[in-house]
């Protein structure tokens, strides 16, 4: 007897004749909970929505951009913007388009910047072309490696006189490369920024943008054999990453993922509603 009173004791009161079963307190949230959530949840789809259809609207951008700089790459060379437009030169109406100059070279005045190409790790050799009308545009006339960078190392390629040069218009490149910056009292350059190396070097009535010399014969794609000659020209990559559509697909999922929940909360309101 004792023993039975002992484990009732231990099971403690038993549930009153008509009361609900326990539920576990798994009871339907409140309303304010719900219209809470569902304001979040509206939020979160929203934005997740127009996000993707952002990047859509960039994809769209990106594919003319490329279409446009294809045509100007490839395109007949024509004369660079003028003295008069050096104002209004920009990325979206001028980079990449074939241009084609003449003048006569300072070498005196060269400049390298650190680069990195196909051919392995090394510099740009900017040189200032002085034109007919007194101007200056900076030429890169390609790729050396640090074994060639002194001009004694390739003294059969300082043309002299009166060149012409066929090339991609390129916009400058301020203040250095990512996460190095250009250093001009030091004369290092991670970049080609061409304000400042037209400082650096006392030029004035300098273009605001440089040229990459093209190669008299186009180099073979993949194919990496030693240089004739150095500098190397024709080494510019026109190249543009395109990574929206793969951007936008990760909002729409995030979006459906929304939804998805959404419909589990609603699912799970019902069940405890009807219990």
Do not use: C
């Not at 790790?121 to 900017?126: D, E, I, K, S």
């Not at 300082?158 to 218009?169: F, H, I, N, Q, S």
């Amino acid at each position: 007897m004792r023993n039975r009173q002992q484990d009732s004791a231990g099971r403690g009161p038993a549930p009153a004749a008509g009361a609900p079963p326990s539920q576990g307190g798994r009871r339907p949230h409140s309303r304010w909970v719900l219209a809470l959530v569902a304001l979040v949840g509206l939020g979160l789809f929203t934005g997740f929505v127009a996000l993707g259809n952002w990047q859509i609207e960039r994809r769209a951008w990106k594919l003319d951009l490329i279409e446009r700089v294809e045509q100007r790459a490839h395109a007949a060379p024509v004369a660079p913007p003028a003295r008069a437009r050096w104002a209004a030169v920009g990325a979206d109406s001028d980079e990449y388009r074939r241009v084609r100059v003449a003048g006569v070279f300072d070498h005196a005045r060269e400049t390298y910047t650190q680069a990195t190409t196909e051919l392995g790790a090394g510099f740009w050799v900017l040189t200032p072309l002085r034109q007919a009308d007194g101007s200056t545009v900076l030429v890169n006339r390609g790729f050396v490696l640090p074994n060639r960078r002194e001009q004694a190392t390739r003294a059969d390629n300082l043309p002299e006189g009166e060149v012409t040069v066929t090339g991609l218009l390129r916009i400058s490149e301020p203040g250095g490369g990512f996460l190095r910056s250009n250093a001009p009292q030091e004369d290092r350059w991670h970049s080609r920024d061409v304000a400042a190396i037209a400082a650096a070097r006392g030029l004035s009535d300098v273009a605001p943008y440089f040229i990459d010399a093209e190669a008299a014969t186009p180099r073979q794609p993949g194919v990496v054999a030693e240089p004739q000659t150095w500098p190397v020209p024709g080494l510019t990559v026109v190249s543009f990453k395109n990574s929206h559509m793969v951007y936008a697909l990760t909002w729409y999922g995030l979006a459906l993922m929304v939804v998805i929940a959404a419909a589990f909360v609603v699912r799970e309101e019902r069940r405890r509603r009807t219990r």
